[in-house]
Every structure is written in C-alpha cells, then in structure tokens.
C-alpha cells in the first residue's frame, strides 16, 4: 500500500519534494510544448532550447528543484514526441485532389446529413504501391447519395482526396486537431463504390453493429422527436438530435446530459459502486478473500467501461474513463493520495495519452468543473442538508464554467444552476440507467423494453416540454450573451471564482468586484467613425463577408448550405459574430440565390436578429420579405458610403444578377462583386462608375470566364482576395486569372490557404491572415 506522496532526494533526505508539485510541472511542460511548437521543427528545436536554459543551474547537485526539473524535462519530451509522431503520419500532397481507387472498411457508425452521410474508413493494408508507398491509413469521407452503410463493411471505393483541414476561422471547430487526435490523415468524397463483402468480425465492429441495431430498434418503435436523444444517451450517437433541440439544450445549459462525457461514466461508476456495497452489506457477496471496498471499485469500474465501450469509447469517453479509475484507485489499489494529487495524476496521465486534448473545449470544461468541485468539497463542513448537498455542486460548476463558456463565444443562462437541478437526477440519474438496463432486458423479452422505451419516451417528451416552455422572451433575456474580455479577464474571473469558494478568505472579498470590472463593464471594440472593419469568412467553396462599422454591421452572403443539418453559417459565420459580439444584423445581402451563396440564410436567423435582407435574386427555401438591390442605391453609415453598382436586372444566369457592392471609407474602397461574369463586368466597364478599389473580391471564386484583364486594370486593386474551397471541384481560381493578378502585380489572399482575412478598411493595407496568426505543429503547411 502506498501511504505518501512525497519524493525523496537520495543525497539529501531533508528536502523532500511533494508529488504534487512534480506533476503539475510534467503537466505544465506539455502544455508548453503543445503551445510553443510549432510547424518548422527548426524553429521548435531553438523554443525547447531557450525553455531548457534555466535548468541548467537548476539541476546542478541535489537543490528541492532538481526533481521537478526533471519532471519538466519529462514533459517536454512527452509534448516534443507527440509532436514527431503526429507530423510522421502526414501524407505528400501528390495524394491529394486525384481521384484514387482503394479497398477500405467503415469504421463505426456514419452520420446522415440529410443528402449525404459522412464516416470514417480505414485502408486496408497491402496498397502501399497504388500510393507511392505512403502509409494511408485512416480516412474521413462524405458520399454524397450513398447506400447505407454497415460498419465493419469492405468497399472499393473512388475518392478524391484532401487534408482534414476544416475552416481556419475564429470560433470555428479546429478540424486539424480533431483530425490529429482522432488519426486522420485525409478527408474527401467518395465518386463511386462497390461493395465487397461483409466484415465486422473485430470487437469494435461487433460494437458498432450492435450500436446501429438498437439505434433502428429505438426509431422503430419510438418514431418521434424524442427517439434521437435516447439514442444519443444509449450509444452516444448524437446524429439523431436536431439542430433544435441543440439549440434549445444549448440556451438551457443542459447539452452535457445529452454528451455521454464523465458525469455519465462517474454516475454508472457510482451505481455500481453503491449496488456493490449494498449487495455485500446484505451478504449476498462472497467476501471471504477480497474486501468489500474492492469488489466494489472492480464492479464500478467495469460498469463505467462496459458503458464507455457501448458509447463508441471515444476519445471524451476514454478521458472520463481515466478520471474515473483514478478516483477508484484508492480503495482498489490501496493508495493514500490527497485528491488534488489524484486529480493531477489523472490530468497527466490523459495529457501523456493525448497532448492535443487542450485543444478541445470539453477537457477543459470537464477538467475545470472537477477542480472547482474539489476546491468546494473537499475538508468542508456543514452541509449535512441534502439540498445543500446537491444545490452547491450545481452552484460551483456554473460559477466557474460561465467564464469559460462566455471565453468559449457560448451564451450562459442564468438560470442553468436550477434548470440542471431537474434536469440531472432526471436525465442522467434516472433516464439513463433505466436505458441501459432496458437495453439489458431486451436480451429476454422484447415485451418488457419495450414498455421501457415507452416509459422513457414519456420521460424524454416531458424533459422536452420543459425546454420548450423555457424557450420564452422572458426566459431568454435571462442568456448572458459572449462577453469580448479576453484570457485576461476570464483569469480574473477565475481567480474571483476561487476567493469567493475559499473558506476563511473573507480580506480579500473587496477585491472580487475589481477583478470582474471586465465582465461588470465591458467594452465594446467597435470601428471608430469613418472606418470599418472587413472580414472575408473562411466559408468553404463559397462566400460570406461582414462589414462592421461604428455601430451597423452588414453580412454579405451567408456560406453554403449542404443539408439543413450542414451549414456554413452555424460553423463558421454564427461562431465568428459571437466573437465580435453581434447579436444583430443590421442588413444581410444575399448577392444571387446560389447555394453557395444563400445557403446559410435559414439556418443563420435563429441565431441572428436580422433586420432586412437585399438580394439580387429569389432565394430558394426563404419565405421572408426580400429587397431588390438596385443599381445606384447610395447610403451611409457612420461616414462610411455604401453603394450599389448591379444587381437584379434582366440577366438570364442568376450570376449576373449578383448585387455589385462598393464599399469607402476614409478614401479607401471595397468591391464585392459576388459571382459576376465577363458580361456583367463589360457592362460595368461601359458605364460611367467608378470601380477604381483598393481591395477586390475576385468575381466568382476565380473562375477563368470572370475577372478580365480589362476589369482588373480598371479596378486596379492593390489586394485582390479569393474566397474559395481548397482543392475545390471547380479548379477555382484558375491558373488563367491568377496569371493575369500577377501581371496585375497586386498582392493576392485566398481564404483556402490563408483562412479569415481580417482587415480594417480606411487604414494603411494591412491583410491578417487567420491560419498564418494559428501556427502549431498540427497543422500542415499549404502549398
């Protein structure tokens, strides 16, 4: 049995290191390694050699720093490793945008989007010579009109391939890291596909059939809107909830009931630990050899795993897995460790499987909700109530995740400490035990899970009747909107957050109101008068741009939409206005109604107040009010002069009734000509109008039948931006018009390979690009 968390230096037993200590400095250590790497290993070699300059001194004898030193360097190494082998798994670029014959298998369960379905595949060995001997492994693939498909499946499939690079936008999911972690090394569309034979004879495919089995199981008997969330709660496939009930958990605080994550895998750890003992006090165990504490982590652990395995043992699931065994491992293994010590050995230890798990937002959220239920908890005394007992948890998990949400651009109610009150005895504690034993049950009467199902679909129906009756004005003025104070001030909250919870630390309260003065008094970073600040939105093979001003802001063109499930505008535009802190439109223009272009219009206005929409032409899918953009229509916002060029007309192709938007502030202009062809820009060269621009948005993505030469020179842009797709079907933009910008000599962006272009229009050109800013080892440099 291990009773102490203290390290001894051999040469001298007085100084004694706390275990602690050492491993909150191996911590720290990968999270700086994680954070200074970054994509030249050149440049990471001289980081990690200016971060090993102060050890020198301090590893000279046998000081109390030697061994966290050596912790530190431990960590180091860990993060410097990670990074090495994730770079070793990239493949060359010549793999890339061709279309490729392979044997692959499905792994796991795909997810319907409506008119595709997405899913993993990994390469069967044995092809190395059809890809230059490159080790392709694992694959990210959408197909679009596809069969169903069963995991664990052999297909030969035609792919055209590219990296998981996702959208480098601000707010937007950081895909390369989601890929990094996940293993995959390209993502693409599968052209056609022929089915092979059937597989499924490994474990995890034997999983994720039986995954699938019950998910038609449950649709079939339970048709309605509720059949989704149990799912999600049974297997944790979340494809079957809707954009609205995300939304509507979202707004409540209550979307972690629906993500099997460590509350889940702590309270199924917790049932069995309780069953156990309950059973063992009864005599019902045989307690001859083994205590009874022990029988009870054994069978609460496997109850945990047995429940992460039918929930896909994802990589979330795998790290409440291994917070869960550390919290057991005292009665299981004996060992005498304060909780703050356990804490951060099961922060290494997750940190050490997976360094990149500090870019996603849930490790931290749940990591930070266990530290602050600690800090609440642990030694306190005088809560013997049982609302005190359930009411403070509650109460300390929202006062340290609301900084966090709000840093994360996520809005918090206020009344989600209460909500979840309900909500979780409900969901997690009732709802999803009796799932899981209906599911047991269904192994010997259908009859019997059934009547559960139904059971647990009342249950589910009346949870989603309390969400909809939330969803009310006067509920949703009580969301605390995105607050734009940086890491300083969620710092200070946090630190505020700590004072309040310390016992005995009254001195110090007077200090807590100067520290949330951020959150208390915001400020709002606004255009000053006359100028505005332009963004070119990574959307993909499409197009979205806003225009701030002063105290107006216009988004023009809303992203593609590939399904009422998929859309630009909830990935990238809606993330990057609650960066901004824009909760309202002041004008949407839709240039054309191309998917491309209109797409995200739909999904954008549930989130979005929007006070008027102007388009060129009719939006398809859009029921609201639209205003022609009419040629010559002038006006002003803040000193900053708006003008029609085109749009709407006479034109046959709905890409030359594009709205033709000039922009000027402070002597400088912006052209945003949606997707205009050669007749359209002959029209404008005819015309009396002044189309002379600093900044060009590249008519229709590059296409070679836009952008003359004879536009450009009249244009004559000294920066010329492109908004389209890497790698994209179409070639845009193609070699003809990027020859022509060279002879141009401006300077040329593209948001496939620069990411969001921010700029400020009014001041000296200076163009700042999102995925140059964003620089770190998992992210693969562009050609």
């Excluded at 035990?433 to 209906?438: C, E």
């Amino acid at each position: 049995m291990i009773h102490k968390t203290r390290l001894l230096c051999p040469e001298n037993n007085k100084h004694s290191i706390h275990l602690g200590s050492c491993v909150f400095t191996y911590i720290a250590a990968i999270v700086l390694a994680n954070q200074c790497l970054g994509q030249s290993f050149f440049l990471c070699l001289k980081v990690i050699g200016l971060l090993l300059l102060p050890l020198i001194p301090l590893c000279a004898g046998c000081s109390r720093l030697s061994i966290p030193a050596v912790f530190y360097l431990l960590g180091l190494s860990a993060g410097f490793f990670h990074a090495v082998n994730t770079q070793s798994h990239w493949v060359e670029d010549d793999l890339f945008g061709q279309v490729l014959t392979i044997k692959a298998k499905v792994q796991g369960l795909s997810s319907d989007l409506g008119d595709f379905q997405r899913f993993s595949a990994s390469v069967l060995p044995g092809q190395e010579a059809f890809f230059k001997e490159q080790s392709l492994k694992q694959l990210r693939l959408s197909w679009y009109g596809g069969p169903e498909l069963q995991p664990g499946d052999l297909w030969l499939l035609t792919v055209k391939l590219k990296p998981p690079l996702g959208n480098s936008s601000p707010g937007a999911f950081d895909m390369q890291a989601w890929a990094a972690r996940e293993g995959i090394q390209a993502t693409g569309y599968v052209v056609s596909g022929i089915w092979l034979e059937q597989g499924g004879f490994s474990l995890a495919d034997w999983r994720d059939r039986l995954r699938q089995r019950i998910a038609i199981k449950v649709k079939s008997l339970l048709p309605g809107d509720s059949s989704g969330l149990l799912i999600a709660l049974m297997t944790g496939d979340k494809s079957g909830v809707s954009a609205d009930q995300w939304q509507r958990l979202n707004q409540t605080g209550t979307t972690h009931l629906m993500v099997i994550s460590g509350l889940h895998i702590g309270l199924m750890a917790g049932l069995g630990f309780w069953l156990t003992l309950m059973l063992g006090r009864l005599g019902l165990l045989p307690l001859n050899l083994v205590p009874l504490p022990v029988v009870a982590s054994v069978i609460a652990l496997l109850m945990a795993f047995s429940y992460a395995i039918l929930a896909g043992f994802t990589v979330p699931v795998q790290r409440a897995l291994v917070m869960t065994g550390m919290a057991l491992s005292g009665p299981l293994f004996g060992i005498r460790a304060k909780p703050s010590t356990l804490y951060l050995l099961a922060l290494a230890l997750v940190l050490t499987i997976d360094p990149l798990a500090i870019t996603s937002a849930g490790f931290w959220y749940s990591f930070a909700a266990v530290a602050v239920l600690l800090y609440g908890f642990v030694g306190r005394l005088g809560m013997n109530e049982h609302w005190q007992r359930w009411g403070h948890p509650q109460w300390l998990v929202f006062l340290l995740l609301f900084p966090l949400l709000q840093f994360n651009g996520q809005g918090v109610s206020l009344l989600s400490p209460v909500i979840n009150l309900i909500a979780i005895p409900l969901v997690a504690g009732l709802m999803v035990p009796v799932a899981l034993f209906a599911l047991l049950l269904s192994l010997f009467s259908l009859t019997l899970f059934q009547w559960l199902l139904v059971l647990l679909d009342r249950l589910m129906s009346y949870f989603l009747l309390g969400l909809g009756w939330l969803d009310q004005p006067v509920f949703k003025s009580l969301v605390v909107e995105r607050h734009d104070v940086g890491m300083a001030g969620v710092v200070f909250a946090l630190l505020a957050v700590f004072i309040l919870l310390a016992p005995g630390a009254f001195a110090f309260f007077r200090l807590v109101p100067v520290l949330l003065l951020p959150w208390l008094l915001p400020k709002q970073k606004t255009p000053e008068t006359g100028l505005a600040e332009i963004a070119v939105l990574d959307v993909g093979q499409g197009l979205s741009v806003l225009i701030r001003t002063h105290s107006h802001s216009l988004l023009y063109d809303t992203g593609d939409a590939v399904s009422p499930r998929y859309s630009m505008a909830e990935r990238v535009v809606v993330p990057y206005l609650r960066q901004q802190n824009i909760s309202a439109l002041d004008r949407v223009v839709i240039s054309h109604g191309d998917r491309d272009h209109a797409g995200g219009l739909v999904s954008l206005k549930p989130f979005v107040h929007v006070t008027s929409v102007w388009a060129g032409s009719g939006i398809p899918d859009y029921s609201g009010y639209i205003q022609p953009c009419e040629p010559g229509m002038i006006w002003e916002w803040d000193q900053v002069r708006f003008e029609f060029l085109a749009g709407s007309g006479l034109w046959a192709a709905t890409n030359d009734r594009s709205c033709v938007l000039k922009v000027t502030a402070n002597g400088q202009s912006l052209l945003l000509t949606g997707d205009i062809g050669g007749r359209v820009e002959k029209a404008l060269l005819t015309s009396s109008l002044d189309l002379k621009s600093d900044y060009l948005l590249l008519p229709h993505h590059g296409s070679r039948y836009s952008g003359s030469l004879p536009f450009l020179n009249a244009v004559s842009p000294e920066v010329t931006l492109i908004s389209a797709g890497y790698l994209n079907r179409f070639g845009h933009p193609s070699k003809d018009v990027l020859d022509r910008l060279q002879v141009l000599g401006t300077e040329v962006f593209n948001t496939a390979t620069d990411g969001t272009l921010e700029f400020t229009l009014g001041l000296p050109v200076d163009v700042q690009s999102w995925r140059q800013q964003r620089s770190h080892y998992w992210q693969r440099p562009l050609r």
